[in-house]
C-alpha cells in the first residue's frame, strides 16, 4: 500500500480497535473508515517543465515514449479531475492520462499531448457499503489492491501477474491473470466504474455507471468492460462484487483466492534443442490448452507460461502455478510437467538465469507451496522489464483458438536462432486462457475474445535507442512470418482471435504491416466496435479523450 492508503488505514483502525474485539467485520469497516474518507486527500499539484519532478512523470514503462506536456497534474480526488480536465478542454489543450505508466504504444506520451492528468495519488481501495462493493481508486497498482483486499477481507480480483501495473488501464481492457482460467477476466466482476466526461458543451463532470439493468448509464459501464483506456474520459474509481454475490458480508462478495499455491519454474537449454524438440515443445503446449480449455476441466485451476526466449538467452522456461487445494493438486502439476517435457526429449532445468520477463527461480525446480499472497509479491516483483528504467520495448499480441501449425512453428524456431539478432531478451510468449473466461458471451462486455485457449505475446527488450530498428525489426519479422497465411495478423478465424488491446501494437494501424485487410478496430474488439463507438459519441462528443488508437467517433 501508499503511503496515504497505510496511514488512512491505521488510522481508520485505531479508532475502531476497542469495537475489534467485539465484533469480526471491524477490521473491514475500519479499511473503509479510513480511505472512503480521503481525510488530508492528495493534491492538486501541477508540475511544469524544469521541475526536478518533471522527468519523472513523462515517460511509463517503455522508455520509447517520452512526452513534453507543457504540465502534469497530479490529482487526489474525482473533484480535482474534474477541475483538471475542464481547465484543460476550457483552455483548448489536448489531454492524456496517466495511471501506473505501463503503455506499451505511445498513447500518453506523445508530442500532442499538452497535459498529462496523473491518476498515482488516487489510489485507495476500501469496501463501500452503500454499494455493497469494494472500491479501487484508479491510480491504486495491483498489488497494494491485492494486498488491501486480501488483507481486509480475503478476497481478491483475478488481476494480471505485473505488481506495478496501474488499475486504470488494466480492468478498462479486460485484464486477465493467473486466476482467471478459474474466475474470469477482471471485468467479469466489475459493478460499476465512476468517469470524468465531457459533455457537447465541453462541461466536465463526474458520471458513475454501473451493471444494473436499468441505470441509464449502463453502456459506459459496458464499454469500460474491454474498451480499454484513454476513449472515453478519465476512470477515477471502479467498484468489484462478483456476479450473483448477495447478503452483506463484505468477504462474500467477491472471489477468495486459494489459500495456497504450487509453483514450478523449470529450463530447457537451447544447446539441446533442435527443431523437432521446439516443435513437440510448443505443440505438447498448444495441444494441452487445447483439450484443457473448458472451465469444468480439473485444469482450470492452472496457469502456464511458456517463455521462448533467444537462443542468446541460453534457455527456454516454463513457469506454472496451480491452486494446491484442489483435489490432486500436485499430481494435476506433474502430470501437466511430464507432458510438456516428454515432448521435447530432453532433461529439464532449473531456472539459474533470466527467462521471458523473469529473474532467476532456481528454487522452483521442484514445486513448491507457497501461501498464495506470498506467490502473489514473488512473481509479481522478480520481473527486471518492471524495474529497468532503460528498457525499450515491442510487442505484439494474438489471441490463439487452435494449436500453432507446424509452418506456423518453425517460424519461431527460425526467428529465435537467427545469428544476425542476438539479443537474449528477444521473445515469445504463450500464455495460458480459456477455462471460465470462455463462458461470458463475446458482447456481454466489451472484451470479445471469448473463446481462445492460450495467447501468443511476441516482444523484444532492449536500452541502446540505436538498436530499435532492429529490436523493431525482429519482433515485426516473426509476429509477421508466423500469422503470414492472414496478412500478418492474427485475424479472427477459426484459429485465432485477433489482438489484445491491452498489449497495444504500434503497427496494427499501419497496411505495411497489417496486410491482413482486417481493421485495427476489429483485432481488438470484433463486432463490439460499433457500440463501442455509439458510447464514444454519447459520452465524448467532442473527442477530448484521444490518442492513436482510440475508439472513434461514428
Given at each position: 500500500?501508499?503511503?496515504?492508503?497505510?496511514?488512512?488505514?491505521?488510522?481508520?483502525?485505531?479508532?475502531?480497535?476497542?469495537?475489534?474485539?467485539?465484533?469480526?467485520?471491524?477490521?473491514?469497516?475500519?479499511?473503509?473508515?479510513?480511505?472512503?474518507?480521503?481525510?488530508?486527500?492528495?493534491?492538486?499539484?501541477?508540475?511544469?517543465?524544469?521541475?526536478?519532478?518533471?522527468?519523472?512523470?513523462?515517460?511509463?514503462?517503455?522508455?520509447?515514449?517520452?512526452?513534453?506536456?507543457?504540465?502534469?497534474?497530479?490529482?487526489?480526488?474525482?473533484?480535482?479531475?474534474?477541475?483538471?480536465?475542464?481547465?484543460?478542454?476550457?483552455?483548448?489543450?489536448?489531454?492524456?492520462?496517466?495511471?501506473?505508466?505501463?503503455?506499451?504504444?505511445?498513447?500518453?506520451?506523445?508530442?500532442?499531448?499538452?497535459?498529462?492528468i496523473d491518476m498515482s495519488a488516487m489510489n485507495a481501495v476500501y469496501y463501500d457499503e452503500s454499494r455493497r462493493a469494494f472500491a479501487v481508486e484508479a491510480g491504486a497498482v495491483l498489488l497494494e489492491t491485492y494486498e488491501t483486499l486480501y488483507k481486509g477481507w480475503g478476497v481478491t480480483i483475478p488481476?494480471?501477474?505485473?505488481?506495478?501495473?496501474?488499475?486504470?488501464?488494466?480492468?478498462?481492457?479486460?485484464?486477465?491473470?493467473?486466476?482467471?482460467?478459474?474466475?474470469?477476466?477482471?471485468?467479469?466482476?466489475?459493478?460499476?466504474?465512476?468517469?470524468?466526461?465531457?459533455?457537447?458543451?465541453?462541461?466536465?463532470?463526474?458520471?458513475?455507471?454501473?451493471?444494473?439493468?436499468?441505470?441509464?448509464?449502463?453502456?459506459?459501464?459496458?464499454?469500460?468492460?474491454?474498451?480499454?483506456?484513454?476513449?472515453?474520459?478519465?476512470?477515477?474509481?471502479?467498484?468489484?462484487?462478483?456476479?450473483?454475490?448477495?447478503g452483506g458480508d463484505p468477504s462474500g462478495l467477491l472471489i477468495r483466492p486459494p489459500k495456497e499455491v504450487l509453483v514450478s519454474a523449470i529450463s530447457l537449454p537451447w544447446s539441446e534443442l533442435d527443431p523437432q524438440g521446439f516443435t513437440g515443445l510448443v505443440k505438447a503446449f498448444g495441444g494441452w490448452?487445447?483439450?484443457?480449455?473448458?472451465?469444468?476441466?480439473?485444469?482450470?485451476?492452472?496457469?502456464?507460461?511458456?517463455?521462448?526466449?533467444?537462443?542468446?538467452?541460453?534457455?527456454?522456461?516454463?513457469?506454472?502455478?496451480?491452486?494446491?487445494?484442489?483435489?490432486?493438486?500436485?499430481?494435476?502439476?506433474?502430470?501437466?510437467?511430464?507432458?510438456?517435457?516428454?515432448?521435447?526429449?530432453?532433461?529439464?532445468?532449473?531456472?539459474?538465469?533470466?527467462?521471458?520477463?523473469?529473474?532467476?527461480?532456481?528454487?522452483?525446480?521442484?514445486?513448491?507451496?507457497?501461501?498464495?499472497?506470498?506467490?502473489?509479491?514473488?512473481?509479481?516483483?522478480?520481473?527486471?522489464?518492471?524495474?529497468?528504467?532503460?528498457?525499450?520495448?515491442?510487442?505484439?499480441?494474438?489471441?490463439?483458438?487452435?494449436n500453432f501449425t507446424d509452418t506456423q512453428i518453425g517460424a519461431m524456431y527460425r526467428h529465435l536462432t537467427r545469428t544476425d539478432h542476438q539479443n537474449p531478451s528477444s521473445m515469445v510468449v504463450l500464455l495460458s486462457y480459456g477455462g471460465k473466461i470462455n463462458t461470458v458471451g463475446a458482447g456481454d462486455?466489451?472484451?470479445?475474445?471469448?473463446?481462445?485457449?492460450?495467447?501468443?505475446?511476441?516482444?523484444?527488450?532492449?536500452?541502446?535507442?540505436?538498436?530499435?530498428?532492429?529490436?523493431?525489426?525482429?519482433?515485426?519479422?516473426?509476429?509477421?512470418?508466423?500469422?503470414?497465411?492472414?496478412?500478418?495478423?492474427?485475424?479472427?478465424?477459426?484459429?485465432?482471435?485477433?489482438?489484445?488491446?491491452?498489449?497495444?501494437?504500434?503497427?496494427?494501424?499501419?497496411?505495411?504491416?497489417?496486410?491482413?485487410?482486417?481493421?485495427?478496430?476489429?483485432?481488438?474488439?470484433?463486432?463490439?466496435?460499433?457500440?463501442?463507438?455509439?458510447?464514444?459519441?454519447?459520452?465524448?462528443?467532442?473527442?477530448?479523450?484521444?490518442?492513436?488508437?482510440?475508439?472513434?467517433?461514428?
Amino acid at each position: 500500500m501508499s503511503a496515504i492508503n497505510r496511514r488512512s488505514v491505521l488510522a481508520g483502525a485505531a479508532a475502531l480497535a476497542g469495537a475489534a474485539a467485539l465484533d469480526t467485520a471491524a477490521p473491514a469497516r475500519a479499511i473503509a473508515a479510513g480511505s472512503a474518507g480521503r481525510d488530508g486527500a492528495f493534491g492538486p499539484v501541477t508540475v511544469l517543465p524544469g521541475d526536478p519532478r518533471y522527468g519523472d512523470l513523462v515517460v511509463g514503462n517503455n522508455a520509447r515514449w517520452v512526452g513534453r506536456p507543457e504540465s502534469v497534474r497530479i490529482v487526489g480526488t474525482t473533484e480535482q479531475v474534474v477541475r483538471a480536465v475542464q481547465e484543460a478542454v476550457s483552455r483548448g489543450k489536448r489531454v492524456s492520462v496517466r495511471g501506473g505508466g505501463h503503455c506499451y504504444a505511445d498513447f500518453v506520451f506523445n508530442p500532442d499531448v499538452q497535459v498529462v492528468i496523473d491518476m498515482s495519488a488516487m489510489n485507495a481501495v476500501y469496501y463501500d457499503e452503500s454499494r455493497r462493493a469494494f472500491a479501487v481508486e484508479a491510480g491504486a497498482v495491483l498489488l497494494e489492491t491485492y494486498e488491501t483486499l486480501y488483507k481486509g477481507w480475503g478476497v481478491t480480483i483475478p488481476g494480471g501477474m505485473c505488481y506495478s501495473v496501474g488499475v486504470g488501464g488494466h480492468i478498462s481492457g479486460g485484464g486477465y491473470g493467473m486466476l482467471s482460467r478459474r474466475h474470469g477476466l477482471t471485468v467479469d466482476h466489475l459493478y460499476a466504474v465512476e468517469v470524468v466526461v465531457v459533455d457537447r458543451n465541453g462541461r466536465a463532470r463526474s458520471v458513475v455507471a454501473t451493471r444494473e439493468p436499468g441505470d441509464p448509464n449502463r453502456d459506459l459501464w459496458w464499454a469500460h468492460t474491454g474498451g480499454g483506456g484513454g476513449n472515453f474520459g478519465v476512470i477515477t474509481r471502479y467498484w468489484f462484487r462478483s456476479p450473483g454475490a448477495t447478503g452483506g458480508d463484505p468477504s462474500g462478495l467477491l472471489i477468495r483466492p486459494p489459500k495456497e499455491v504450487l509453483v514450478s519454474a523449470i529450463s530447457l537449454p537451447w544447446s539441446e534443442l533442435d527443431p523437432q524438440g521446439f516443435t513437440g515443445l510448443v505443440k505438447a503446449f498448444g495441444g494441452w490448452h487445447e483439450r484443457n480449455g473448458g472451465a469444468g476441466s480439473p485444469y482450470a485451476a492452472l496457469c502456464s507460461f511458456l517463455m521462448m526466449n533467444h537462443r542468446a538467452n541460453g534457455s527456454v522456461g516454463l513457469l506454472t502455478q496451480i491452486d494446491a487445494t484442489v483435489p490432486n493438486a500436485a499430481k494435476l502439476l506433474d502430470d501437466y510437467l511430464h507432458e510438456i517435457i516428454s515432448a521435447v526429449g530432453i532433461e529439464a532445468r532449473p531456472v539459474t538465469g533470466p527467462v521471458g520477463e523473469h529473474g532467476p527461480m532456481p528454487d522452483f525446480f521442484t514445486p513448491t507451496r507457497l501461501p498464495w499472497l506470498t506467490s502473489v509479491r514473488f512473481l509479481g516483483t522478480s520481473n527486471p522489464t518492471l524495474t529497468n528504467p532503460t528498457l525499450r520495448g515491442a510487442h505484439k499480441s494474438a489471441y490463439l483458438r487452435k494449436n500453432f501449425t507446424d509452418t506456423q512453428i518453425g517460424a519461431m524456431y527460425r526467428h529465435l536462432t537467427r545469428t544476425d539478432h542476438q539479443n537474449p531478451s528477444s521473445m515469445v510468449v504463450l500464455l495460458s486462457y480459456g477455462g471460465k473466461i470462455n463462458t461470458v458471451g463475446a458482447g456481454d462486455t466489451a472484451a470479445a475474445q471469448r473463446n481462445s485457449i492460450f495467447k501468443g505475446l511476441f516482444q523484444s527488450f532492449w536500452s541502446d535507442p540505436g538498436k530499435d530498428a532492429e529490436n523493431i525489426g525482429w519482433t515485426r519479422d516473426v509476429y509477421g512470418e508466423v500469422f503470414a497465411a492472414t496478412g500478418g495478423y492474427p485475424v479472427p478465424n477459426e484459429a485465432t482471435d485477433g489482438c489484445y488491446i491491452n498489449y497495444p501494437d504500434v503497427d496494427i494501424t499501419d497496411p505495411g504491416q497489417n496486410r491482413s485487410g482486417v481493421p485495427w478496430h476489429t483485432l481488438y474488439y470484433k463486432d463490439n466496435y460499433p457500440r463501442l463507438q455509439q458510447v464514444k459519441a454519447a459520452y465524448d462528443p467532442l473527442n477530448v479523450f484521444r490518442h492513436s488508437q482510440s475508439i472513434r467517433l461514428p
